[in-house]
Every structure is written in structure tokens, then in C-alpha cells.
């Protein structure tokens, strides 16, 4: 069997500063080339953090990395500065949750992504403007040629997503990070940007990591879902396997409260209590306080993958394993 | 842009006018008779009406300011009292000198408030940070015209390397461009420029160090820029803040370098201000302000502009 595109084993992220934060708790992550992983989760679980560790954004000063990242082969967290700034942007790229903070403002959209494209293929000015066109066409922005010359400022919300997208594609990367790209944006932009980047992505056979807290979202683009808790994954598995029988009782919690499929009259499942505060790892089930199935045993370790399907697995001993 | 421009020349005019009617009044609402400075006191009655009526200072005050306003817009800033000679003469080659020295220092505060600003912005709280704005606190905090003192009796007094007054060999006021003229210009320009450099530093440091901590700096770094790359973008996010800040400070150069051009006698505008001032000129202290003030004006218009020019989110409309 070949090694995926992908391969992240036992990611361990500490933020240390004024306050202690154990992001991450051993996050095991593997995609194929072609493959998208819908990760989901609250605010806090995780999944951001994921995908910055992915690029080495976190801050280094303050951050505490463990585990391994290797992505097409390449150890990421043992790469120097100058190797690090090859991989960024050409095999792995990033599209930021709001885009109008992600672009300089003082430089045209045409110049920000003619800049990548001669940072990483070293060709002359014209010929990355063009590519810069041709994206643009990509895309679907209207009257492209004007837009290059265009400011963030003068785009709106969708459109300049649109172009964040254009320049993440830009280099063509083996790996798209998105950061819930449409969370920002109006719900009818929403889903023609969630078409797009799920067209793009079958289309130039990239894999893709999106990171989102709307089930429907995650639905709509992803071929594999993974939903993080605590600075965990507690279940992955097939789309369809996830959503139709959900193992974890997070996860069934979560889609208890969505309004997908609720029944109009019935009161919406709210998951009670708060999410934990990661200031110490956490030892056992970081789920325990707040399930309904709770017992002594969930705190006292921290509980395995157990397989529930093909390919499907969920972080809890009080699912029953599927017959071998 | 251009038509941004001659808007912008527009809005310049009412400003110019109430520059020109504060100077105007400011120095008839001063205390003392200008006579007193150039008649005896014993001078018989008559003499100092005649005076009075040849100055026009016998006019009401609102005919003496038309007067005075038709003859500035023809470029007569008229007589100076003290000298009998014609005030714009006299400002016209004090302002070559002040430009110059107020240009110099300046650029000095600019060059070095970027690089203390942009290595603090960088190294947060490190140790070079603290140093940088300590010397930027001490810049802006020490008395110029102390240090001007420090600098002269350091550097011309125990080592008697440079000279502490005047602006070339001699007594001579016109400037040339050589070693003899431009040994004259150290000690003042670096006194002054202290000033600039402090505020700079302190502003480039803010912006850097908030321009770092957006998001569109982990962009870039996401899409493979090294630091030389990001630093060019940080650069061109903070250089319209940071040429507002200097065009500012070389307003104020302008006007208020009187301290500095005194302890070295300077022969630039703020030392022919003093004089004007101490003489009870008025003529040539209306001229004086009134030049001086539409320096600040004008200073701030090329700010606006350049801005303007190189911020793409500032509307030209």
C-alpha cells in the first residue's frame, strides 16, 4: 500500500504564554491525493489549529509542536526556513476564512497572485500575470482583465473570495487548506463558493482539507468527514456513514441540533454545558462532562479509535465495535 | 488625480486667508508700540505721528489688514523697521537656510526613526526594542535647545572639532555645497533631528508591530514569501502612516526651530523671528509667521497628496 498524500500521526500542539493551552491532543489525519476531508467541529476544538500546524503559522515562540506532519513525502516540522517557504503555497496551500483580512490592501489582486507564481516558478512578469488572468477566468470573476488591477477593498465579499481562491490555486498545490472559506459570506454566495471550490478541486485532482462548523457545509464538499473535539478527532468516516449513523455521542449531539431534517414543532437538541478548557491535556474523554452516557471509565483514560463500519471509526467505549 | 489636485488647491485658499488674518491680528493684539524700538524717547510728538501716518498704523485696524493683504498677495510683506529693508528679501534668504537645515534634519530622523521603528516593530519585546524606545522616549523628551548646548560644548568646546554658530566660514549666510559651509550644518541638524527620530521610531514601531499581527502577513507567509517578501509588503503598508508623520514633523521643523537656529545662530527664520520679535518688527514678524505658516500648509497638502497617491484605500473623490 502506498503512503497518503497526507500523513498526519499523534499532532500535538501546547500554546504556552499567559495562559496554557493544550490545543491539539494526538490528531491523526491521513489523505489521499484527490481526497477531501470535511473537518467539524465547535470554536476551540481544534481544526484551525490543525491546518496551521499543517503550514507552520503558528507562532513559534509561544507553540509547542509534537508529532509528525509529512506531507507528499516531506517531513514539515523538520523542514528549514528556506525549504518551509518553497512547500508553502506550492505544495500546500491555504484560503483564510476572511478574505478581506488575508489580502494586503495596498497591493492589487493581480500583483498579490503574479507574486506567488514568480516566487515559485521564477518566471518573468507577463507570463505570471497571465496565469493570474486565467485563474481569475477560473474562478468565474467577471470582466477579469479589470479585476486584476483591482484593490480587495474595491471587491465584494464573494468576489474577493473568489480571488483568495485564485490565488491559493495559483501554483497549483497537491493540498488545499480551507479555513471555513465561506463563513464570512452571505448564504446564497456561500454555496456557489462551496460548488466552485469542490468543482476546482475534482478538476485539478487536488486533495483538500476543509475546516468548518456547518454540518451542511461539510456535507456539500467533503468525500470523508472527521469531527474534532477537544483537541481530538472523535469519529471519521464516510459522509453518508457519519450522517446516517453517527457513533460518537458528540457528534450525534451535534446533529440532534442542527435544523436539517428537524421536525417543524419539535424543540431543537441543545448539547448542554461548554466546551473544555484545555488548560491542562486532558486525561480521559474530553467529551465525558457533558455526555448522557457518561460513566467513571470515560475519565479514566483516554479512549481508543474503535472501528463502528468501514472505514469508520469513533473515540468512544461506549459504542460497540463492528463484527471483524 | 489631477482633478483631486486642483480641489485640494482649492480647499487651501480659505485656510490661507484665516493663517493670514490670525498672523495679521496676533501681533496687534501684542503688547508694545513698534515706534518705541526705532525713535528715541524723547522724540517730539510730531514725529511720531508722522511716523505713525507713514507706517499706516494711524488706519483702522480692518483697512490696515486690506492694505496689508493686497500687498502680501503682490508679494510685499513691506518694510522692516529695524532694517528699512524689504521683509521678503530678508525671509527669502533666511528660508533657504531653514529649509535646509529643517530638510536635513529631517531626513536624519526619518532615516533613523525607520530603522530603530522597523527593527523594534520586529523583535517585540526583545531587547533591542527596549532600547530603541528608550532613545526614542529620551528624543522626544530632552529639551533641544539643552542638547544643542550638550552637543556644542562636547564637540566644539572640549574637542574642537566642529564649529557651534553660524552657517559657513565667516559670517557668511549663503550656502554652498562644501566641506567649510557643511561642517556648520552637523551639530544643528543632529540636535534637531532628535525630535523626529523619536516620534518616528515610536509610530514606525506601532505600525510594524501592528501590520505583523494581521492576518494577511500569515497569508503571505501561506503562500511561500520569505521575509524579504513580507518586508516589502509591511513597507508599503506603513509608508503612507510614516511619510504623514515626517511631513508633519518637518512642518514643525519649520516653524519651530527658533530655539534650535538662537543656540546656533542659525541665520534661518526662527533666529530672524526671534530678532523680529525682540526688535518689536512687526513687519517682519507678520512676514515671518505669515511664510512660516503657509510652509504648514503647504507641507501638508504635499502630505495629503503623496498619500494619497500611495494608499489605494484613501478615496480621490
Redesign the interface.
Known amino acids: 500500500m502506498n503512503s497518503p498524500l497526507v500523513d498526519i500521526r499523534d499532532l500535538r500542539v501546547k500554546f504556552s504564554g499567559q495562559r496554557t493551552v493544550h490545543a491539539l491532543n494526538g490528531v491523526d489525519i491521513a489523505l489521499s491525493p484527490g481526497e477531501s476531508l470535511g473537518i467539524l467541529g465547535e470554536s476551540g476544538s481544534g481544526k484551525s489549529v490543525t491546518l496551521?500546524a499543517m503550514?507552520r503559522?503558528l507562532p513559534p515562540r509561544r507553540t509547542t509542536v509534537a508529532g509528525s506532519i509529512a506531507v507528499d513525502g516531506q517531513d514539515v516540522l523538520a523542514m528549514n526556513?528556506?525549504t518551509l517557504?518553497?512547500?508553502?503555497?506550492?505544495t500546500v496551500?491555504?484560503i483564510?476564512q476572511?478574505p478581506a483580512?488575508?489580502?494586503?490592501?495596498?497591493?492589487?489582486l493581480g500583483h498579490q497572485i503574479a507574486?506567488?507564481v514568480i516566487?515559485?516558478e521564477g518566471c518573468d512578469r507577463a507570463t505570471a500575470r497571465q496565469r493570474a488572468l486565467d485563474m481569475f477566468e477560473r474562478v468565474r470573476i467577471p470582466s477579469p482583465a479589470r479585476r486584476l488591477d483591482a484593490?480587495p477593498?474595491?471587491m465584494s465579499g464573494g468576489m474577493r473570495q473568489r480571488a483568495m481562491i485564485a490565488?491559493?490555486l495559483a501554483?497549483r498545490p497537491k493540498v488545499l487548506l480551507a479555513d471555513e472559506p465561506t463563513t464570512a459570506l452571505d448564504a446564497t454566495v456561500q454555496i456557489q463558493i462551496l460548488l466552485l471550490l469542490r468543482e476546482l478541486q475534482r478538476e485539478m485532482g487536488m486533495a483538500m482539507i476543509f475546516v468548518t462548523h456547518d454540518m451542511g457545509v461539510a456535507v456539500e464538499v467533503s468525500d470523508r468527514i472527521a469531527v474534532m473535539y477537544g483537541g481530538r478527532i472523535v469519529e471519521s468516516g464516510g459522509v453518508a456513514d457519519v450522517i446516517k449513523s453517527p457513533s460518537h455521542p458528540y457528534t450525534r449531539g451535534l446533529l440532534a441540533s442542527t435544523v436539517h431534517g428537524a421536525m417543524r414543532g419539535t424543540r431543537l437538541e441543545a448539547i448542554a454545558g461548554a466546551p473544555p478548557s484545555l488548560a491542562t491535556a486532558p486525561t480521559g474523554c474530553s467529551f465525558a462532562p457533558r455526555c448522557r452516557l457518561a460513566t467513571p471509565a470515560c475519565e479514566g483514560a483516554v479512549p481508543p479509535m474503535v472501528g463502528v463500519g468501514p472505514a469508520h471509526v469513533a473515540r468512544c467505549i461506549a459504542v460497540a465495535p463492528a463484527a471483524a | 488625480m489631477l482633478i483631486y489636485l486642483i480641489r485640494r488647491l482649492i480647499f487651501v485658499l480659505p485656510i490661507a486667508l484665516a493663517v493670514g488674518v490670525v498672523c495679521f491680528s496676533l501681533v496687534h493684539i501684542a503688547p508694545g508700540d513698534p515706534l518705541v524700538s526705532i525713535l528715541p524717547p524723547d522724540a517730539p510728538q510730531t514725529l511720531v505721528e508722522q511716523m505713525r501716518k507713514s507706517y499706516g498704523f494711524d488706519q483702522p485696524m480692518p483697512v490696515q489688514f486690506g492694505i496689508w493683504l493686497g500687498k502680501v498677495v503682490t508679494g510685499d510683506l513691506g518694510t522692516s523697521i529695524a532694517t528699512s529693508r524689504p521683509v521678503a528679501g530678508e525671509i527669502g534668504k533666511a528660508v533657504g537656510n531653514t529649509l535646509l537645515l529643517a530638510m536635513v534634519a529631517t531626513l536624519i530622523g526619518f532615516f533613523f526613526g525607520c530603522l530603530f521603528g522597523f527593527v523594534a516593530g520586529y523583535f517585540r519585546d526583545s531587547v533591542i526594542d527596549r532600547i530603541a524606545v528608550t532613545v526614542s522616549i529620551l528624543g522626544v523628551s530632552v529639551p533641544h535647545y539643552w542638547l544643542g548646548m550638550v552637543l556644542v560644548i562636547c564637540f566644539s568646546v572640549l574637542l574642537p572639532w566642529l564649529p557651534a554658530t553660524g552657517a559657513g566660514p565667516g559670517s557668511s549666510a549663503d550656502w554652498r555645497w562644501d566641506w567649510e559651509h557643511m561642517r556648520h550644518l552637523i551639530l544643528p541638524a543632529i540636535t534637531m533631528s532628535v525630535i523626529p527620530m523619536g516620534i518616528i521610531t515610536r509610530t514606525v514601531r506601532a505600525l510594524v508591530g501592528d501590520i505583523l499581527s494581521q492576518e494577511f502577513v500569515d497569508a503571505l507567509r501561506a503562500k511561500g514569501l520569505t521575509d524579504g517578501g513580507i518586508f516589502r509588503h509591511v513597507v508599503k503598508n506603513a509608508a503612507p502612516t510614516a511619510l504623514a508623520v515626517m511631513g508633519l514633523q518637518l512642518g514643525y521643523l519649520l516653524g519651530g526651530s527658533i530655539l534650535i537656529e538662537t543656540v546656533f545662530s542659525w541665520p534661518g527664520t526662527g533666529f530672524l523671528l526671534n530678532s523680529a520679535i525682540f526688535q518689536r518688527d512687526l513687519p517682519l514678524l507678520q512676514g515671518t509667521i505669515l511664510v512660516l505658516a503657509m510652509f504648514f500648509v503647504a507641507v501638508n497638502l504635499v502630505v495629503d497628496v503623496v498619500q494619497t497617491a500611495l494608499d489605494p484605500r484613501i478615496k480621490r473623490g
Not at chain 1, 517557504?85 to 506550492?90: F, I, Q, S, V
Not at chain 1, 483580512?101 to 492589487?108: I, N, Q, R
Open positions: 496551521k503550514l503559522l526556513a528556506d517557504a518553497d512547500y508553502r503555497g506550492k496551500s491555504m483564510f476572511e483580512l488575508a489580502l494586503d490592501p495596498v497591493y492589487t507574486e506567488s516566487r515559485h484593490y477593498h474595491e490565488l491559493a501554483c
